[in-house]
């Protein structure tokens, strides 16, 4: 089975080592990096879709992250 995870963030270090920390846990990059400009607030927002394959059964309870 395939999870799916779409990581976002300010465009900060955090968000780097948000989407690394996923690749160290066996995380693929999908698709391209996406940026935003959040005027309201005034900052660049990222984010990145990453998949995973795992065994078993997806659950809509399941917490992502700690796959």
């Not at 996923?22 to 998949?51: E, I, M």
């Amino acid at each position: 089975m395939r999870l799916y995870r779409f990581l976002t963030a300010d465009d900060t270090s955090a968000f780097c080592h948000k989407v690394s920390e996923a690749l160290s846990k066996g995380w693929d990059l999908y698709g391209d990096p996406q940026y935003t400009f959040d005027q309201a607030n005034g900052v660049l927002r990222c984010g990145q879709a990453v998949t995973k394959d795992i065994d078993g059964d997806y659950h809509p309870d399941m917490k992502l992250g700690q796959q």
